[in-house]
């Protein structure tokens, strides 16, 4: 059963750009979460999709975005690129509902220069 | 607001030692307290986890203590060893709260030899 798939594992972009990562979770998981992992932060929850509907959604700015397909795929965007933002995004999938069973892939390392 | 605290920032155990990981949380409608095992270059892996409804589990070396009253929660690691060695965060969800969880700001493991 093949895991949690984020593309692409490395990016490096410009301040001011935008950019888009992807995820494909496990076959037959409907919910899609969103995480950012600073050393200073830990795991920051940026939002949850659950059957292409956005569920739940962290505290962060509106330049964040998400959003999720029938087949479940998601994607999250940034746009106006800071500095700040260079992070591991991290995406997870669940077949349930209320955060049991996550699974978590490998992650997408966006640097910011 | 940190809703979940996390200690030690890092720790040094010899092989074949307890390692030992403390969680206070905050909000009393958490009830779901996972621990995850992060390797460098991979996404967090679920260990372990307990419901508020028991004070223990224990699923090999790996043992979660839980004190309701105190808000805490603990990991053990028995006869630690080299390959223990990671980066490991508490979380908390709820109920109803859909796919999200807050995490610890992690604890770096280090089991030498």
């Known amino acids: 059963k093949a895991g949690v798939t984020q593309t692409p594992r490395y990016l490096i972009k410009t301040r001011g750009q935008q950019v888009t990562l992807s995820c494909s979770p496990i076959?037959?998981?409907?919910?899609v979460s969103w995480y950012q992992q600073t050393p200073g932060q830990g795991l920051q929850f940026l939002f949850e999709?659950?059957?292409?509907?956005?569920?739940n959604k962290g505290n962060f700015p509106g330049r964040f975005s998400g959003r999720q397909f029938s087949n479940s795929r998601s994607e999250m965007n940034v746009s106006t690129l800071e500095l700040g933002d260079s992070a591991l995004y991290l995406c997870?999938?669940?077949?349930?509902?209320?955060?049991?069973?996550?699974?978590f892939g490998s992650g997408t390392r966006l640097t910011v220069v | 607001q940190q809703q979940v605290k996390q200690s030690p920032q890092s720790l040094i155990v010899q092989k074949g030692g307890i390692s030992i990981i403390n969680c206070a949380y905050e909000?009393?409608?958490?009830?779901?307290f996972p621990w995850y095992q992060q390797f460098p270059g991979k996404g967090p892996a679920l260990l372990i986890a307990?419901?508020?409804?028991?004070s223990e589990k224990k699923e090999g070396r790996f043992t979660i203590s839980f004190n309701k009253s105190a808000k805490q929660f603990s990991l053990h690691i028995m006869d630690s060893q080299p390959g223990d060695s990671a980066t490991y965060f508490c979380?908390?969800?709820?109920?109803?709260?859909?796919?999200?969880?807050?995490f610890g700001t992690g604890t770096q493991l280090k089991v030498e030899l």
């Open positions: 909000n009393t409608a958490f009830d779901y």
């Open positions: 307990i419901r508020p409804d028991v």
């Open positions: 997870a999938s669940s077949s349930e509902q209320g955060a049991r069973g996550y699974t």
């Open positions: 999709y659950f059957s292409e509907t956005q569920r």
């Open positions: 076959s037959g998981h409907r919910s």
């Open positions: 979380a908390a969800g709820k109920t109803g709260g859909g796919n999200k969880l807050t």
